[in-house]
């Protein structure tokens, strides 16, 4: 009876203290991960940019990593991560720890037009939206020589004839300004895929195309006509041209950047990467460097490019199943 008593009593006693050193353990863990997010960051950034160096992702992106990095105190590793319009590095970006050091720079197709196009792995649950850091409206644009003078013209063109319309690939935002045009102003146009740039100005300088969706140099680069700004305020640059907003039409199309975390990353973590964001935009070397680029500023916290960027992605997604590019 004494032995049996004493087994049983030992086994007790084992599991008490088994279940006394996992408790204890898990409240380590615990008082580990609050310390580790309270000293964030605490080591190296690693930054990925899904386009190739040099490239009009790859540029705002480093001046931004430079702000973040001396505002943060530690140094953002910058790397380049191309393939298949971006979906290659966002995949891999959404699959690494996240941890609040793995973070990406990340431009709107590869956010969300391509998950849709490619049936990516990925989808607008897996980020976290930290900030917007750059946004640059289209401005729908005409050949130099060309007899449309305004909006009104450009609808009463399309009624009429044929308007052919270029831009980048299939699916690009280009395309999507395209469609959005047609579907808000109630007509229909041809798009003329291409490579993209310069094959753009060789349509529409060749006589082959009409239109296009283009940035702000649209004349000291190709010499272009505009016809208004799809935002929602006029542009610095061209106080000239209206609005879409101003003639009945609420067109905004835009080509934007921003910062992305995987989802899972710590609330406390992504409060401090927004409020660095915010001081990173704002500092005089990030204008600088920005205006030297002819490139445009704009800051979203992440309360409001989360939301920002979930409509996005909603919004592309259904123009493009409409489009009959997606089913």
Avoid at 198 to 214: C, H, K, P, S, V
């Amino acid at each position: 009876m004494n032995t049996r008593h004493a087994k049983t009593t030992g086994l007790a006693g084992f599991a008490r203290n088994a279940l006394r050193a996992g408790m204890t353990a898990a409240v380590a863990l615990v008082v580990a991960g609050a310390t580790n997010a309270q000293d964030y960051p605490n080591r190296a950034i690693n930054m990925l940019i899904p386009f190739g160096a040099g490239g009009g992702t790859d540029v705002p992106g480093r001046f931004f990593a430079l702000e973040m990095e001396d505002i943060l105190g530690q140094q953002i590793v910058v790397s380049n991560v191309a393939g298949a319009g971006g979906t290659v590095g966002a995949t891999q970006l959404s699959q690494a720890d996240p941890d609040g050091y793995n973070l990406g720079f990340m431009p709107v197709g590869t956010m969300t037009t391509q998950p849709h196009l490619k049936k990516t792995s990925y989808n607008a649950d897996s980020w976290i939206p930290i900030c917007m850091v750059s946004q640059g409206p289209f401005y729908l644009v005409v050949g130099q020589d060309s007899p449309i003078q305004s909006v009104d013209d450009y609808v009463a063109a399309a009624n009429s004839s044929n308007i052919r319309f270029a831009g980048a690939g299939p699916g690009s935002m280009a395309h999507l300004a395209q469609l959005t045009l047609d579907n808000s102003l109630g007509i229909t146009t041809q798009y003329i895929p291409t490579k993209g740039g310069g094959d753009i100005a060789t349509e529409i300088n060749g006589g082959r195309a009409e239109a296009t969706a283009w940035f702000s140099d649209f004349d000291s680069r190709f010499g272009w006509k505009g016809l208004a700004i799809m935002a929602d305020n006029r542009s610095n640059e061209h106080p000239d041209l209206p609005t879409f907003s101003e003639l009945g039409n609420d067109i905004q199309v835009s080509v934007w950047f921003g910062f992305f975390a995987p989802q899972g990353t710590p609330d406390d973590i992504v409060a401090t990467l927004s409020g660095a964001c915010g001081e990173a935009v704002a500092t005089d070397r990030f204008k600088e460097n920005m205006a030297g680029a002819k490139r445009l500023i704009r800051y979203m916290s992440t309360d409001e490019f989360g939301p920002f960027f979930r409509n996005a992605y909603e919004l592309n997604g259904q123009l493009l199943m409409d489009a009959g590019l997606i089913k």
